[in-house]
């Protein structure tokens, strides 16, 4: 009984609200306003002829009889109080009673079994503990080893397997079906295999990793399959080969991009194109940031213009940047050196005194306020150390750093790329080390 009151009067709220709403809408002038009230008396009507003739409050009935009489605004608080005013059963449960049958000493009924469970315990990969994004070279073949744990034997079952499933096309990959058969000893059991794994593709550099998650299934089919399978059973794969397909030409450099990208995509603010379109002018900017180094590019006659040119013609050269490159944009307050699709493009140039990349910091707010002001997440700085070198210089990978900044609010990012230019000649130091000496 409580349940169809209560139901009831559940209606009769939702029709006061459109009363409600057809008052704000006739104070406020709104077009058509009597919309509300229109769709207020036909639900009443629903509701006599739902409940009118069955409810156990005649109050209800009453109220809803009343809603036909609404003409003005005034009339609906009067509707409101009334309805609140109405008094309604309370509804209660009645102790239940149930008939314990008790077990008879003869009763040869077994237990329940326990819970059927199969806990992956981890996978190897060449030998190595698989990484939460583990490099594998595509085109070649790997070792993949699982290893489980079965809390027991599943009734009727032969075989165990493991078997990989995923939504990568099935002509990308091969992976092992891991298969146990029945053991003879007691439970639990730990047990472990190893298989063939091969990605056939190398992915590019903006892919997200290959990822497979490996389910369990007892054969044959009409054994016991209420399982449980826990444990980290996700393998993701990245089949970037840096070797082979190289991204900027210099493999450390590569390798170092990658990680940068890798810890971008932990953070999930940043979208897909946007992570994109940073990992697409990092490239070029990496590249030059290894040539430099090479070629000695930059000499001591390079003004920070000559340096800003340099670099934006460098980018304009790369096929999918090209004409997409700003220079000069506006944005906030300031004016950017450089953006692509957004992305801010800080340039800085120091001729005077040697850099680090901790110096390079300094820096960093600046390009910070145009990834905020562009209503981005991740920005790029790109510092010339144009000062005389008296010292070797540091690899190309060690001038390449991702800053996060927060002040109090979502994290921003900013990737730092130092170059160095003004390079000495390797005989000028081996002559500066022989005079230091003595000799």
């Known amino acids: ?18 009363l409600v ?61 009334g309805l609140a005013a109405i008094p309604l059963p309370i509804g209660y449960y ?3 009673h149930r008939l314990t049958l008790r077990q008879s000493p003869n009763d040869d009924r077994q237990p329940p079994p326990p819970d059927l469970e199969i806990a992956f315990l981890l996978f190897r990969i060449n030998g190595e503990a698989a990484a939460e994004v583990h490099f594998v070279a595509p085109g070649v073949l790997h070792d993949l080893e699982v290893e489980v744990r079965i809390s027991r034997w599943a009734d009727g079952a032969d075989l165990l397997q493991l078997k990989p499933v995923t939504i990568e096309p099935s002509s990308s990959y091969e992976l092992p079906v891991f298969e146990f058969p029945r053991p003879s000893d007691k439970p639990p059991y730990i047990m472990r295999k190893t298989g063939r794994a091969l990605l056939k593709y190398a992915q590019h550099i903006g892919a997200r990793p290959y990822e497979f998650k490996y389910a369990a299934w007892f054969s044959p089919n009409a054994s016991e399959q209420a399982l449980a399978v826990v444990g ?18 210099y493999v450390h450099v590569d390798s170092k991009l990658l990680e940068i990208r890798d810890r971008l995509r932990r953070y999930h603010r940043q979208s897909q194109d946007e992570l994109a379109s940073v990992m697409e002018v990092l490239q070029p900017i990496a590249s030059l940031a290894a040539r430099s180094l090479q070629d000695a590019i930059f000499d001591s006659s390079v003004s920070e213009g000559t340096f800003q040119k340099a670099l934006r013609d460098e980018l304009r050269k790369a096929p999918r940047i090209g ?7 506006r944005s906030g307050a300031g004016v950017m050196d450089l953006s692509f699709q957004g992305i ?16 390079c910091e300094r820096f960093a707010q600046q390009t910070q306020s145009y990834v905020v002001a562009n209503g981005k997440r991740v920005g790029i700085l790109c510092v010339l150390d ?38 000495s000649r390797p005989s000028d130091l081996s002559r500066r080390s022989a005079s230091s000496t003595g000799r």
């Open 1 to 18: 009984m409580s349940a169809n009151v209560y139901s009831s009067f559940a209606d009769l709220v939702g029709i006061a609200a459109q």
């Open 21 to 81: 709403g057809w008052r704000a809408a006739v104070l406020q002038a709104e077009l058509d306003g009597d919309r509300h009230l229109r769709a207020a008396k036909a639900k009443a009507i629903l509701w006599i002829a739902e409940y009118g003739s069955a409810t156990e409050v005649p109050d209800l009935l009453g109220i809803a009889l009343r809603v036909n009489e609404v003409t003005d605004i005034v009339h609906v608080g009067n509707f409101c109080a």
């Open 94 to 96: 009645a102790e239940e």
């Open 232 to 249: 980290q059973r996700t393998l993701r794969l990245e089949g970037i080969d840096v070797t082979n397909s190289p991204v900027t030409g």
């Open 323 to 329: 004409s997409k490159l700003e220079e000069h944009p």
């Open 344 to 359: 801010p493009i800080e340039l800085k140039y120091e001729a005077d005194r040697l850099l680090t990349l901790e110096d």
């Open 386 to 423: 144009n000062s005389k070198k008296v010292t070797p210089p540091f690899p190309a990978e060690d001038g390449i750093r991702l800053l996060s900044l927060n002040d109090g609010g979502s994290p921003v990012h900013v990737v730092v790329v130092l170059i160095q230019g003004n390079l």
